[in-house]
C-alpha cells in the first residue's frame, strides 16, 4: 500500500508560485502519480501526470507550461511546482497513486490511493 500526504498548499497572490509535495511509502516507486484538483460546486479534475520511473508526464491543457510534475523515488515524494499562478487555480488538491499501468491517466476512477488533500487559494 501507499499512503499518499499532501503538503506545500496555502493563500497567493495571483501570478504567485506554491510547491506542493506528496510523500508516500517506501512502496512509491511501483506507482503511476498524479495530481488532481476540485473547486466548490465542481467536479474533480485531472491536472499533471508523472509515470513511475519518471519519464513520462502530462498536463491539463489549463496548466500546461505553468505547471511542472516531478517525483523523486528516493524520498518517496511527488512534486506540482506551480507558477503563474490564477484565481481560477484556487482548488484543494490532491495527490492519487496508481499502480495498473494504463492507456490514459485522467480518470480518477483508475486511481488506487489519495491523500486528504492541500488547500490552494488564489487571490486576485
Known amino acids: 500500500q501507499v499512503q499518499p500526504v499532501e503538503s506545500g498548499g496555502g493563500l497567493v497572490q495571483a501570478g504567485g508560485s506554491l510547491r506542493l509535495s506528496c510523500a508516500a511509502s517506501?512502496?512509491?516507486?511501483?506507482?503511476?502519480m498524479s495530481w488532481f484538483r476540485q473547486a466548490p460546486g465542481k467536479e474533480r479534475e485531472f491536472v499533471a501526470f508523472v509515470s513511475r520511473s519518471g519519464g513520462t508526464t502530462s498536463y491539463a491543457d489549463s496548466v500546461k507550461g505553468r505547471f511542472t510534475i516531478s517525483r523523486g523515488n528516493a524520498q518517496n515524494t511527488a512534486y506540482l511546482q506551480m507558477s503563474s499562478l490564477k484565481p481560477e487555480d484556487t482548488a484543494l488538491y490532491y495527490c492519487?497513486?496508481?499502480?495498473?499501468?494504463?492507456?490514459?491517466?485522467?480518470?480518477?476512477?483508475?486511481?488506487?490511493?489519495w491523500g486528504q488533500g492541500t488547500q490552494v487559494t488564489v487571490s486576485s
Open positions: 492519487a497513486a496508481k499502480y495498473r499501468i494504463t492507456a490514459q491517466a485522467t480518470d480518477p476512477i483508475l486511481y488506487d490511493y
Open positions: 517506501r512502496t512509491f516507486s511501483r506507482y503511476d
